[in-house]
């Protein structure tokens, strides 16, 4: 499983773990070397976290952005101070439109529990059986946006990109066996993370 929050500065990992404590490591290499270029992570996504490292590390820490639990856990979004309307807001059931065909109209109607509660049955149910799929395209995403940013200019790139997404993880790995190792380790870490080894 990968870490929460990861931080590489040049070739180098040098942290790892939730938010505060790599950007606390961050901060602390900045303050030996002013010089340093870090970028930080997050783990699952590999998007990169904008972090204001100016002043003490208390002063960092809490400009930090507050953690969201992950997507599976995420309740949904309640507007807030939002004029009372169809839903129920206590409970983070929100109204929001949709658009379907008359014919999707009438078999929703006809189903136990109305239109809505027939649709949610129909999102859960997309989402069990697409479950592995969307583990595997997610990684896949991670791991490309990762390689983009700390890889893109590194010899067979471009072929490793395509391995990736062509899911050829031995041609995949010879790819990228001459990288720096902490780059490589990561990306394989990540474009894998969907599969027990």
């Given at each position: 499983m990968n870490p929460a929050f990861v931080a590489f500065e040049s070739e180098r990992r040098i942290a790892a773990g939730d938010l505060g404590e790599v950007v606390r490591a961050a901060k602390q290499l900045l303050e030996r070397r002013k010089d340093a270029a870090i970028?930080?992570?997050d783990g699952r996504t590999s998007a990169l976290v904008d972090v204001d490292y100016r002043g003490s590390v208390d002063d960092v820490l809490k400009r930090l952005p507050k953690p969201k639990p992950p997507a599976a856990e995420e309740p949904e979004q309640v507007e807030p101070a939002a004029p009372r309307?169809?839903?129920r807001p206590r409970l983070g059931v929100v109204a929001r439109e949709i658009t379907l065909l008359p014919r999707h109209w009438d078999w929703l109607?006809?189903?136990k529990g109305g239109a809505s509660v027939a649709i949610r049955k129909l999102i859960d149910e997309a989402r069990r059986a697409g479950g592995d799929k969307d583990r595997t395209r997610l990684a896949q995403?991670?791991?490309y946006r990762f390689m983009t940013t700390m890889a893109g200019n590194r010899p067979h790139?471009?072929?490793a990109i395509r391995a990736l997404f062509a899911h050829d993880r031995r041609r995949f790995s010879t790819l990228i066996a001459d990288w720096p190792a902490d780059i490589r380790d990561h990306a394989i870490a990540l474009a894998y993370s969907d599969q027990a080894d």
């Open positions: 970028l930080v992570f309307g169809p839903g109607a006809q189903q995403d991670a791991a790139y471009e072929d």
